[in-house]
């Protein structure tokens, strides 16, 4: 079986499986470190094994890749890139800076390498108003989540300037709707909403509570017998496993189709082979290393 020869190689103590909430069972059954965006960013400095297998979106293993310059970042399918992303390139921060020179620039780790690269910090969403907070600057240039930026707005005093205007998640955004969870409120009366906070603010105000996905992991083990769960569907995998004796209702149409490219065949082909390397820029990436390990301080 395919997973025994994973497991094999495995075996080697070369190689060490990182997969986000939202992959697919068989990834996360696999994997020897399950997590969100923040959780994956720390568990990667403290890996031992020349190889880290970043079974996530590839600006995840680009991350993977800033913060560990000494080991080899591989990524089983390296077209799984995300859209949102690539709605805020270095470029569009530069152009944001020059408009407003006494601004700091905050920017999600769901950037690519370039734009980390032009930001004072990064943040994560289980973060972002720590790291606001411990800026000196009243003015924010945040990007590239919209929605995020407007979580951020409500919990803190500075001015969030949302860079670009329309950056969203299309998951979050389209495909996890009020209507979505009023529906299955209707079906689960007694349930807690746990939103994430890329969906729309009109999600996120029907929301008991607003979290990240490891977040949504501490509040289920606090909190109700019942969830329904406003991020990626494969969340609910996660919380199942943690949670066996607990329901989570799932939006099923809430799907990443990029997050689900990895598969087992193509996990024990890049262990194998070695070929799908995940590089940066040096320039690049010690400019981003400073802003994710300027995050990765604030505790």
């Not at 697919?24 to 959780?39: C, H, M, N, T, V």
């Amino acid at each position: 079986m395919l997973k025994d020869k994973i497991l094999e190689l495995k075996k080697t103590g070369d190689f060490v499986i990182l997969a986000h909430n939202y992959q697919i069972p068989d990834i996360q059954d696999i994997a020897d470190f399950r997590g969100d965006s923040l959780e994956l960013c720390r568990i990667s400095q403290d890996i031992d094994a020349q190889y880290i297998v970043f079974c996530g979106v590839t600006f995840m293993a680009e991350t993977a890749a800033i913060l560990n310059p000494e080991k080899t970042v591989l990524i089983p399918d390296n077209t799984s890139r995300c859209p949102l992303a690539a709605m805020l390139p270095a470029e569009r921060i530069k152009e944001a800076k020059k408009k407003y020179p006494e601004a700091a620039v905050v920017v999600y780790v769901n950037t690519l390498a370039e734009a980390k690269a032009e930001a004072d910090i990064t943040c994560t969403s289980a973060n972002p108003v720590k790291v606001v907070n411990s800026l000196d600057k009243n003015t924010i240039l945040f990007g590239p989540d919209k929605n995020l930026a407007w979580y951020t707005q409500n919990h803190t005093e500075k001015k969030i300037l949302p860079l670009p205007k329309f950056g969203h998640c299309r998951v979050h955004e389209f495909m996890i709707t009020k209507e979505d969870v009023l529906s299955l409120k209707k079906e689960h009366p007694d349930a807690l909403v746990l939103a994430h906070p890329e969906c729309l603010p009109e999600v996120q105000e029907l929301a008991d509570y607003i979290c990240s996905t490891s977040q949504m992991l501490k509040r289920a083990a606090l909190d109700s017998k019942e969830f329904i769960i406003g991020t990626e569907k494969e969340m609910c995998y996660r919380l199942k496993k943690e949670f066996p004796e607990k329901e989570f209702y799932s939006i099923e149409k809430a799907i990443c189709t990029n997050m689900k490219k990895h598969t087992l065949p193509k996990l024990y082909r890049v262990m194998k082979k070695k070929d799908k390397v995940v590089t940066v820029d040096h320039d690049i990436a010690q400019r981003a290393r400073r802003a994710i390990e300027r995050m990765l301080e604030l505790r």
